[in-house]
Antibody, heavy 125, light 109 residues
Framework: QVQLQESGPGLVKPSQTLSLTCTVS??????????WSWIRQHPGKGLEWIGY???????YYNPSLKSRVTISVDTSKNQFSLKLSSVTAADTAVYYC?????????????????WGQGTLVTVSS | EIVMTQSPATLSVSPGERATLSCRAS??????LAWYQQKPGQAPRLLIY???TRATGIPARFSGSGSGTEFTLTISSLQSEDFAVYYC???????????FGQGTKLEIK
C-alpha cells in the first residue's frame, strides 16, 4: 500500500523559504490517476489545502497562497516537494503530504488518501 | 470560496450510543463531500467520500448522508477508538479550491 513521508527542516526563519519533501513508497508517483498534495494544519486548528501536482508537472494552488507556493515533482526519486516563500509566524503549522484521489477521469475534484504522518514547521528567529 | 461549517464544535456522547455530526456548505457542493477522522498526534484518515461511500476498511457503523449544502456523519454505536476530531471537506469547485470544515471534537461523556 502507498505510504508517504514528509521530511525537511523543523525551524525556518521569518522571510525565508520553507522547503519540504514528500517521499512516496509502495507505489509509483508516475502511475497516473492521482495528484500529489500538500495540506497544512495550524496548531489546534483546521486543515488548509495548499496545492497539488500531477506526475507530469501540472500544478494547482490554493488561491490564497498561490503567490508564495511552488510544488515540484521528481519522478526518478518518487518524491514531490513544497516551497513556501517569505514565511511569517502565521505559516507555523504541521505540514502533511497526501495523495489526491480523483473522483472522475477528468479529476474535477476528489479526496485525500492516504496522508503522511505530518511534520511540524515552526517559523521563528 | 466555499465555506464549510461543522456543528457542534464539541459533542459529548457515551460509548455505545449514536453520534450525529453535521456539516453545512455555504453553497451547493452536490455530493462532492468527504469526511475524515483525526486522532491526537495523527494524520487525518479518510472515512467517507461522495457524501455516503465508506472508504476501504472503514467499519459499517460509520455512515454519511446528505447532498447540496447539508451533510451528516453518523456513528451508530460509538466505540472507544471513535473518539476523535472529525472534518468534512468539499471538492466541488474548479479550478480547485478545496476547503475543510473547522472540525467537530467527539468526546466521551
Amino acid at each position: 500500500q502507498v505510504q508517504l513521508q514528509e521530511s525537511g527542516p523543523g525551524l525556518v526563519k521569518p522571510s525565508q523559504t520553507l522547503s519540504l519533501t514528500c517521499t512516496v513508497s509502495g507505489g509509483s508517483i508516475s502511475s497516473g490517476g492521482y495528484y500529489w498534495s500538500w495540506i497544512r494544519q495550524h496548531p489546534g486548528k483546521g486543515l488548509e489545502w495548499i496545492g497539488y501536482i500531477y506526475y507530469s508537472g501540472s500544478t494547482y494552488y490554493n488561491p490564497s497562497l498561490k503567490s508564495r507556493v511552488t510544488i515540484s515533482v521528481d519522478t526518478s526519486k518518487n518524491q514531490f516537494s513544497l516551497k513556501l516563500s517569505s514565511v511569517t509566524a502565521a505559516d507555523t503549522a504541521v505540514y502533511y503530504c497526501a495523495r489526491f484521489y480523483c473522483s472522475s477521469t477528468s479529476c474535477y475534484g476528489g479526496w485525500f488518501d492516504p496522508w503522511g504522518q505530518g511534520t511540524l514547521v515552526t517559523v521563528s528567529s | 470560496e466555499i465555506v464549510m461549517t461543522q456543528s457542534p464544535a464539541t459533542l459529548s456522547v457515551s460509548p455505545g450510543e449514536r453520534a450525529t455530526l453535521s456539516c453545512r456548505a455555504s453553497q451547493s457542493v452536490s455530493s462532492n463531500l468527504a469526511w475524515y477522522q483525526q486522532k491526537p498526534g495523527q494524520a487525518p484518515r479518510l472515512l467517507i467520500y461522495g457524501a455516503s461511500t465508506r472508504a476501504t476498511g472503514i467499519p459499517a457503523r460509520f455512515s454519511g448522508s446528505g447532498s447540496g449544502t447539508e451533510f451528516t456523519l453518523t456513528i451508530s454505536s460509538l466505540q472507544s477508538e471513535d473518539f476523535a476530531v472529525y472534518y468534512c471537506q468539499q471538492y466541488n469547485n474548479w479550478p480547485p479550491a478545496y476547503t475543510f470544515g473547522q472540525g467537530t471534537k467527539l468526546e466521551i461523556k
